[in-house]
């Protein structure tokens, strides 16, 4: 890396204010991590990626998982290019939806392996080493399995969340426990949570920032509320009523400001939901998006995996079309 001459001579001069009476100070402002201005679009590596998940850490270290392959790429703050973070089948075989814990030390994982009884789980990952530390396992629910983690949250005081999409359930992991392994619970489950007939079920989850999550399904495109109350259980949910159907409602995120940003599989496209009340405004922030599985808000924009799952999981769907790739949606400059 060249170094300019004002750049040594400013060094100097931080270095001489430093020796003096006044000082520096140990809380300086940190810089900000270097942007991804102008990059538009994130190439995976592989033929058989198919990007589900997506996280970002508070410095824009993006980390993107694989649902056939387990494996995560990483991508860091500034850059588009895809580097190693876990290999394939190193941790699962199969990863769904990714968050990086508020205090950035793990990155929390949905494990599900397909065509097998295995049990969903949700698993830190160091983010130091790319090893697993912690799994807690999805409870049982009756005789019919523990269901399939798909999106996971966390509120502010630390819980973390996961969707459930068989079985219409949000499971819990509460803060005090996510480092003692087998510790999830059921935080809600409710038959309008459940998948319809043939549908997949329960699938983008978020928190807003204040008293409560969200959840959408993507069979039928139903948005919840579900308010966490003063002593931590679920209140009574609440159904949004949408001015415009959620075509294959997917990832979906809260942006302070703006309300959610949802990912429509099926309709291909990135749309935000204003919620006045228990109703629902959609607007489409951008089409023509490939089968889009999850999203991030980072950078002023939502980076979306497009998952083309349709490949995998519908018979006779044509090939998915390569490379696989992150695109950026730009939010407009000004909220609604």
Same mark, same amino acid.
């Given at each position: *890396? ?35 201005? #102008? ?23 993006? @980390?993107?998982?694989?649902? *056939?392959?387990? /494996?995560?790429? /990483? ?6 290019? =895809? ?22 030390? @793990? ?13 969903? /789980? %949700? ?15 999805? !409870?049982?629910?009756?005789?019919? #399995?523990?269901?399939?983690?798909? &999106? ?8 973390? @969340? ?19 392994? &087998? ?5 809600? =489950? ?8 043939? /549908? ?20 039928? #495109? ?12 679920? #209140? !009574? ?7 415009? =159907?959620? %075509?294959? =409602? ?15 599989? @099926? ?17 489409? %922030? ?22 083309? %799952? ?19 949606? !730009? ?6």
């Amino acid at each position: *890396m060249r170094t300019s001459n004002a750049f040594i001579s400013r060094s100097v001069a931080v270095a001489l204010a430093c020796l003096s009476a006044a000082g520096c100070s140990d809380e300086e402002e940190p810089l900000p991590p270097p942007s991804r201005t #102008g990059v538009m679009e994130i190439v995976l590596p592989g033929n058989d990626f198919y990007p589900e998940g997506i996280a970002a850490a508070s410095d824009d270290t993006f @980390y993107i998982g694989s649902v *056939m392959t387990g /494996q995560i790429i /990483q991508v860091k703050p500034g850059s588009a290019q =895809a580097t190693d973070f876990v290999a394939p089948k190193a941790v699962v075989t199969g990863v769904v939806g990714l968050h990086v814990q508020r205090d950035q030390k @793990y990155l929390w994982l949905c494990s599900n392996v397909y065509g097998t009884t295995e049990a969903p /789980q %949700l698993i830190a990952v160091d983010r130091q080493t790319a090893q697993a530390v912690h799994r807690h396992t999805f !409870p049982v629910q009756g005789n019919s #399995g523990a269901g399939f983690c798909n &999106e996971i949250t966390e509120d502010s005081a630390g819980n973390l @969340y996961a969707s459930d999409s068989v079985h219409g359930r949000i499971i819990r992991v509460k803060a005090d426990r996510r480092e003692m392994d &087998e510790s999830a619970d059921v935080f809600i =489950a409710a038959t309008d949570l459940e998948p319809e007939q043939g /549908q997949f079920g329960l699938n983008g989850l978020t928190y807003d920032g204040q008293s409560s999550l969200y959840a959408v399904k993507t069979g039928d #495109g139903k948005l919840f509320r579900v308010p966490i109350t003063a002593s931590g259980a679920a #209140g !009574p949910l609440q159904a949004i009523t949408l001015d415009k =159907a959620l %075509l294959g =409602a997917d990832g979906l995120q809260y942006v302070n400001g703006w309300g959610l940003i949802v990912a429509e599989q @099926y309709g291909k496209a990135v749309s935000r939901v204003v919620i006045a009340g228990n109703q629902g405004t959609v607007t489409r %922030l951008q089409e023509g998006l490939n089968e889009p599985s999850s999203l991030v808000i980072a950078e002023k924009s939502a980076w979306v995996s497009e998952g083309q %799952l349709s490949a995998i999981v519908v018979p006779n769907a044509p090939p998915a079309k390569l490379p696989f790739k992150v695109r950026r949606v !730009p939010l407009p400059e000004q909220a609604p």
